[in-house]
């Protein structure tokens, strides 16, 4: 199987699960609390509460045998509160170095994208959330720079704490 379909099928059964969970019982206290801890695919991020607006820093690592990805970011979300679930748009941008083996070729560079997600909570610090959009990176090896767009699921794992 390769990296690709592996990535595919992981992302699949997690959209799967998440949709099983929109069913259960809603439990949103998210304006009471200011920071969280976010575990996402394939990473980490630090949650800032401001309101219905979000600050997260992100960091990610996409590693196999013929690569290694390093990826630092933001995300800006605007949220929206609902009975069942939290609704959000936001914005990102991220710098990112990749390492190329076994030739151990650098390329660095950065992305950008929008999005529209969906959050559901679970208990009343711990959720889920799931959002998809449009992005570009742009990578830069030596001389050489190649630009590429793509549609973009993120999910993750969400706990918040420090209450207003």
């Given amino acids: ?33 200011i920071l969280g801890l976010s575990l996402n695919y394939p990473g980490v991020g630090v949650k800032f509460f401001i309101k219905r607006n979000l600050l997260e820093l992100r960091y990610q690592i996409i590693a196999d045998e013929v690569q290694q990805s390093n990826l630092l970011g933001l995300r800006y979300y605007r949220q929206f509160y609902k009975k069942i679930l939290s609704y959000y748009i936001g914005l990102e941008t991220s710098l990112f170095e990749t390492i190329i083996k076994p030739e151990e070729l650098k390329s660095s560079g950065y992305i950008v994208g929008s999005f529209l997600g969906i959050e559901k909570f679970l ?24 630009t590429e767009f793509d549609f973009v699921i993120n999910m993750a794992i969400n706990l918040y704490f420090l209450k207003k």
């Fill in 123 to 146: 208990y009343k610090n711990f959720s889920f959330n799931l959002d998809f959009g449009p992005y570009v990176a742009q990578a830069k090896i030596y001389d050489t720079i190649a």
């Fill in 1 to 33: 199987m390769s990296y690709k379909t592996y990535n595919f099928a992981n992302k699949l059964i997690f959209i799967i699960f998440y949709l099983i969970i929109l069913n259960s019982k809603n439990f949103s206290e998210v304006n009471n609390y």
